[in-house]
């Protein structure tokens, strides 16, 4: 057991936020399974500082929270206004974090039509089912192979329901090696999202939460919606709409308004509406 800590970091609204779906919070603990390993993490709030019983190392919750970002600079530069400012100002020391490429195709493949709590308990029953245990029942994430060989029927019994398919021909698209995820790291943002969004079941909001969450594309503005009622409601306004926000002008206007890092700030007012409303 040791401790970690940064300056504007709040571990509860970073895992609460919804980017991420294997973290439970358990008698005053976020406990999940990341990196195939269990991890329990506590902060207290009075020190910043974070609690970890976990055989990973620091370094690698310390590239997982994204401590190298000047979240301060960050948040000056998409603080554009006074209802982004509110949302900066409590949530503050919420941060994006860097997720396993795979675990995350996987996961928003998921995500599709699904809340929060739906996901969490699909994704937890197909790793009981495919991954391998790493300790107090829990399973770490299931690789290709092991979906590739999992029959439709099966993936089904983990009631995934349309999403089964798509989970299997995803992971043949990876083990074949017609999906090479490391290269979209070196693709630029739009090309990375058409690479993407060649998979079945990935439109623009799915291949936008993927490439924020996993490939450094700090530019990816995920439109759900959550993002499109705050947008219409409060930006809607904005002449660059013409009075038609769609979701795809959306997308643009907050790479747009916002600048490089508009995917922080649609994670802001994301969490704010899915925990306020507006």
């Known amino acids: 057991m040791y ?9 509860d609204y970073t895992l609460d936020c ?5 973290w439970d919070y358990v008698e005053g603990w976020w406990t999940g399974v990341v990196n195939g390993q269990l991890a329990r993490l506590q ?15 620091v370094d690698f919750f310390e590239h997982y929270f994204r401590f190298d970002d000047d979240l301060n ?16 100002r409590k949530y503050r020391g919420l941060r994006l974090i860097r997720q396993d490429p795979w675990e995350c195709l996987i996961s928003y493949l998921l995500a599709t039509a699904w809340s929060i709590p739906n996901i969490k308990r699909g994704i ?16 770490g994430f299931p690789d290709p ?4 060989h999992a029959c439709d029927d099966d993936l089904r019994g983990c009631k995934l329901g349309f999403r089964s398919g798509r989970v299997i021909k995803a992971a ?15 693709l630029d943002y739009e090309a990375a999202k058409q690479r993407l969004m060649f998979l079945e079941g990935i439109g623009e909001k799915v291949a936008d939460c993927i490439l924020l969450f996993a490939f450094e594309k700090m530019e990816a503005f995920p439109v759900d919606t959550h993002v499109e009622k705050v947008v219409r409601t409060i930006y809607g306004h904005h ?40």
């Open 3 to 11: 401790t970690i800590f940064s300056e504007d970091f709040n571990l």
């Open 18 to 22: 919804g980017q991420v779906f294997r």
């Open 43 to 57: 902060q207290d709030h009075k020190s910043g500082e974070i609690l970890v019983d976990s055989g990973l190392p």
């Open 73 to 88: 600079a960050i948040l000056q530069e998409v603080n554009k206004d006074e209802f982004m400012g509110e949302a900066i």
């Open 124 to 139: 937890s029953t197909m790793c009981s089912n495919y991954g391998k245990e790493v300790g107090e029942g829990h399973y």
């Open 145 to 148: 192979n092991s979906l590739v």
């Open 172 to 186: 043949m698209h990876v083990e074949e090696g017609s999906l090479v995820l490391e290269d979209i790291f070196k």
């Open 239 to 278: 002449d660059f709409f013409n009075g038609k926000a769609t979701k795809n002008k959306i997308g643009n206007w907050g790479r747009m308004y916002f600048g490089h890092y508009c995917g922080y700030a649609q994670q802001y007012f994301f969490y704010q509406k899915r925990l306020e409303g507006i």
